[in-house]
């Protein structure tokens, strides 16, 4: 694979031309590989401990890598379109992200799913792209274990018996919220709040009761706190 | 004040020379001067719509920015160092970082500490610097209103009659929290956890059960959702 192919990977653009990703990293790659997460390459320099199918000089991995500061490790996977099964929101927990754009909030928020053992999060195209180095850094192992989605969040949750609770400051108390056996939990931008497309789906909404002055909450704090919630009422 | 020293205050080290430091973006700053934070001037250009003690060119500020887009307004405040009163730490909730070295984190939990109403915020040394733009940038407004104290927390920490409360991966369900009337909540560091020295202080700690895989939860993430515990059973 050519230099300026790997380089240009750090671009959305050309990740999704290409239908590759890259992420970079000794601790990163170490983990999902150690996770089962599939990589078509992985290009080591000598220093690195895991296996490599291209090794190379640290001098050519100072020029593939996005970083200034190179890592021993850049492995490079098929970016992987799921689609949602019909009827398969209507079981188990779902986290949506309506137009979360800061890919770090996108990947601590995958990490907070893997910890609550949320069944799948829905990512709207508007939101970081799932497969940027900085998503996928946030994410740390979990990105190889929770099922995470691209796709209009209008079409997917329009017509769904289980509830649609969005998470917003007018809500109902969240510590209230009931025992539901299916969910899908909708956290917006911090600083649009909801679409208007996805408030006009909402069963209701749930607010984390504030005791002082913040304006907000950061997407992945509100998102962790609804679910701890959601896990202690229901199990 | 002149543009080499303005562009210095990126590095710890000078601001902590100089007793200063500087924050940049219409947003941040308008929200701290919104919220009464005292800086000590303003320099913006003809764009910024609030108030600027130092009018500056384009040009000029690209020269003092830290950003590679300017933005119009750079503020420039004196580092504050609050100390702990005798007996500060018997009443009310603090929240204290045991080497939480990412500024990310240490900003959005001092944005959770707002929100939560927590008292204050203790930041061990070998935290992220609590003056640097990107602490400052993630607490948004809240750097305003929260006290925010760096203190070595062995000494802090010793002989207290409040209980100290760990987060880690071995305590008790952080669901049955008792409604501690005073407490200090102690977060580690995501890597390393808590040091040896807060570990031998701690009355007990606190675990936020886990249904999935995730190694581990963000450091905000992990004190916004013991808050929310907390706040639940005490009010």
Redesign the interface.
């Known amino acids: 694979m050519e230099i300026q192919l790997l380089r240009s990977l750090r671009d959305k653009k050309h990740r999704e031309e290409l239908g590759l990703y890259a992420v970079e990293g000794d601790k990163l790659v170490s983990e999902l590989v150690a996770a089962g997460h599939p990589f078509e390459q992985i290009f080591a320099t000598p220093d690195w401990r895991g296996e490599a199918t291209h090794p190379v000089t640290p001098e050519d991995m100072a020029r593939v890598s996005h970083f200034p500061t190179p890592s021993p490790v850049l492995a490079v996977g098929r970016i992987q379109r799921a689609e949602l099964s019909p009827g398969e929101l209507e079981s188990g927990l779902t986290l949506a992200l309506d137009g979360v754009q800061d890919p ?1 909030n996108v990947g ?1 928020i995958i ?8 069944d799948r999060v829905l990512l709207s195209p508007g939101c970081a792209d799932l497969y940027s180095q900085k998503v996928i850094q ?1 994410s ?3 990105f190889a ?1 929770v099922r995470a989605l691209v796709t209009p969040l209008g079409a997917a949750l329009a017509g769904l018996r289980a509830p649609v609770i969005g998470c917003a400051l007018d809500g109902r108390d969240v ?1 209230d919220i009931p025992a539901e056996p299916a969910a899908v939990i909708v956290i917006g931008s911090e600083g649009r709040g909801l679409s208007e497309e996805v408030r006009s789906l909402l069963r209701y909404s749930v607010t ?8 907000s ?2 997407a ?2 509100a998102a ?2 609804v679910c ?2 959601l ?2 009422v229901r199990g």
Do not use: H, K, Y
Not at 208 to 215: F, K, L, T
């Open positions: 770090g601590t990490r907070v799913a893997d910890w609550f053992g949320i946030s740390m192992g979990s274990r510590r984390i009761p504030r005791v002082g002055s913040a304006e909450l950061n992945a704090v962790a706190v701890d919630n896990r202690r």
